[in-house]
């Protein structure tokens, strides 16, 4: 069967386009304002990813065979590359955010970490990643829920560079729920 450049071309026109992957807004959220971002800060995700979604197998042996069975859906930790301003905002967020989590840089702890100072479930937060038509209308949404960093990663400095400090913040979450 003959493929038809003009027939891929009319089908893509007829389906609005194609999503494109520069399109999209992500919004991070923690319990306060110490460890959400800003509006002005979520601009600076250069870039994120829409979540994936895993179930893995579950071996079964039964007469001498294995067979495989729908295991349990598990959520691989999800990266956000961001885009460092010169008064580290994000990035002193973040850590504050790990701080609060595991106490001092020292390991000790005090009242002012924990429960006491900001309630049950101070240590989590939610993110959402919104996909965009490219008139700027929302197509899907994707929320990660229970979210927490894991890691805040190392910003290169080199004097042979003239780009601009991009660095990766890791995060765990419980799931991710599909809002279309």
């Not at 071996?59 to 999800?78: E, H, L, Q, S, V």
């Not at 580290?88 to 973040?94: L, Q």
Request: proline share 3%; with cysteine; net charge neutral.
């Amino acid at each position: 069967m003959a493929f038809a450049v003009t027939d891929f071309k009319s089908n893509m026109a007829a389906q609005s386009g194609s999503a494109r992957p520069s399109l999209y807004t992500v919004d991070i959220n923690g319990k306060n304002l110490t460890t959400s971002f800003t509006k002005n800060e979520n601009i600076l995700c250069k870039a994120a990813s829409i979540p994936a979604s895993t179930i893995a197998p579950l071996p079964i042996n039964y007469a001498g065979r294995a067979y495989k069975w729908n295991g349990f859906r598990t959520f691989d930790n999800w990266t956000v590359t961001v885009i460092n301003d010169e008064d580290f905002g994000i990035r002193n967020r973040m850590s504050q955010w790990m701080r609060l989590i595991s106490g001092q840089f020292d390991g000790t702890r005090n009242i002012s970490y924990g429960d006491q100072l900001l309630g049950t479930n101070w240590f989590d937060g939610d993110a959402t990643v919104t996909q965009l038509s490219t008139s700027g209308k929302a197509l899907a949404k994707y929320k990660f829920h229970y979210l927490w960093p894991t890691e805040l990663a190392g910003i290169p400095v080199d004097w042979s560079s003239d780009a601009v400090q991009e660095y990766t913040v890791t995060f765990a979450y419980d799931y991710w729920t599909h809002i279309s």
